[in-house]
């Protein structure tokens, strides 16, 4: 198993920025891709962002594109999410997961059923 433990979370005015960390256990985290996935109150948690193994490859949503950017350090066991233009739509809890499925041509998956590991999430929330 991987243990991951977000932190970075908090309040910030609109147009702000944040970043997060997902920092994780084991020499081995070069292995999982890596995903951020949200949940605002009362909706469904939905995909963010992911990155593959070696960080070559990332993926967005649409509604983060342009102002999210997700990174790993894989010396130091982390991914980064850096959170630009802040929207209020973006209030919500963000998930950290980690994918041990070795994929071809540094594919990343975008559904939630992908990711084995969660840590416990951060809360951010964006002011008008």
């Known amino acids: 198993q991987v243990q991951l433990v977000e932190s970075g979370g908090g309040l910030v005015q609109a147009g702000g920025s944040l970043r997060l960390s997902c920092a994780t256990s084991?020499?081995?985290?070069?292995?999982?891709?890596m995903g951020w996935f949200r949940q605002a109150p009362g909706k469904e948690r939905e995909f963010v962002t992911a990155?593959?193994?070696?960080?070559?490859?990332?993926y967005y949503a649409d509604s983060v594109e342009g102002r999210f950017t997700i990174s790993r350090d894989n010396a130091k066991n982390t991914v980064y999410l850096q959170m630009n233009s802040l929207k209020p739509e973006d209030t919500a809890v963000y998930y950290c997961?980690?994918?041990?499925?070795?994929?071809?041509?540094?594919?990343?998956?975008?559904?939630?059923?992908?990711?084995?590991?969660w840590g416990q999430g951060t809360q951010v929330i964006v002011s008008s």
């Open positions: 997961a980690a994918d041990p499925t070795i994929y071809l041509g540094n594919y990343v998956s975008r559904t939630r059923t992908a990711y084995d590991y």
């Open positions: 084991g020499r081995t985290f070069s292995n999982y891709a």
């Open positions: 990155i593959s193994r070696s960080g070559s490859s990332t």
